[in-house]
């Protein structure tokens, strides 16, 4: 049995800070179990007892919690699929929490993908203002040559508009059939790298995000994942 005090509880619980909750108690708005508590120091329990304030019902605030999955080919990023296909949300551990991915990864794309329940945090991810930046390793059709990545890098126009300057880098050494090529982009654009690369006549055949900002995937095997050290996310805006 847990007991704590009840100012204590509606501050963890995010309804007011320690002192404000004193305040709301003194001033007749908390009821335990039917019962106006006006007296400060009481304490509940609040696994066994209903807690309100100005009616609502008080509950503990759901633990942020923040992942880096490694997606697989063949998994939705969405978190129902009317087709029945495997969700990413599969392959995590069963939570409390209402986990969503933070933006998208095509069915057939793999790699870095974060998932959270923190609405605030994927929201200022994704707000354009942000640039996240985004790095992709596609093996491609062909070898496109220096002149092609170079039209690429500057941006070019796509059905939906111009890219923004990015970086590119061959990673191999140009062979007849396919070629393996970085791409680092602070957009986030439908399919955006597979278009780009069909644009300059080099059709992606697989495509992998390797990094999200600094969170790279290193070791982390496909389909598996890990949470994100307070380090990590402390730095993550920076
Ligand atoms: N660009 C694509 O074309 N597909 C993805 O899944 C991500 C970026």
Do not use: W
């Amino acid at each position: 049995m847990t007991l704590l005090r009840l100012h204590k509880y509606l501050a963890q619980c995010g309804v007011a800070s320690r002192r404000k909750a004193e305040t709301l108690i003194a001033a007749g708005r908390v009821q335990v179990d039917g019962q106006v508590v006006s007296e400060q120091g009481c304490m509940v329990n609040p696994e066994s007892q209903r807690i309100t304030c100005d009616g609502r019902v008080v509950r503990p605030m759901a633990k942020l919690v923040y992942i880096l999955l490694n997606k697989p080919k063949g998994y939705v990023t969405t978190t129902h699929d009317p087709q029945g296909r495997p969700t990413i949300l599969t392959l995590l551990p069963p939570m409390r929490e209402r986990l969503f991915p933070v933006g998208r990864l095509d069915l057939d794309t793999e790699g870095a993908l974060l998932v959270t329940n923190d609405g605030a945090f994927a929201h200022r991810v994704l707000h354009p203002s942000f640039h996240s930046e985004k790095t992709y390793e596609a093996v491609v059709r062909g070898a496109p040559d220096a002149a092609a990545l170079q039209r690429l890098a500057c941006g070019i126009v796509l059905d939906d508009g111009p890219t923004a300057p990015c970086s590119v880098k061959m990673l191999t050494a140009p062979s007849a059939t396919h070629s393996r090529v970085r791409i680092v982009l602070h957009e986030g654009r439908k399919r955006q790298v597979k278009r780009m690369l069909a644009a300059i006549g080099h059709p992606v055949v697989s495509l992998r995000r390797t990094a999200y900002g600094r969170l790279r995937l290193d070791g982390l095997v496909v389909g598996k994942y890990r949470f994100l050290t307070a380090d990590e996310l402390e730095k993550f805006f920076l």
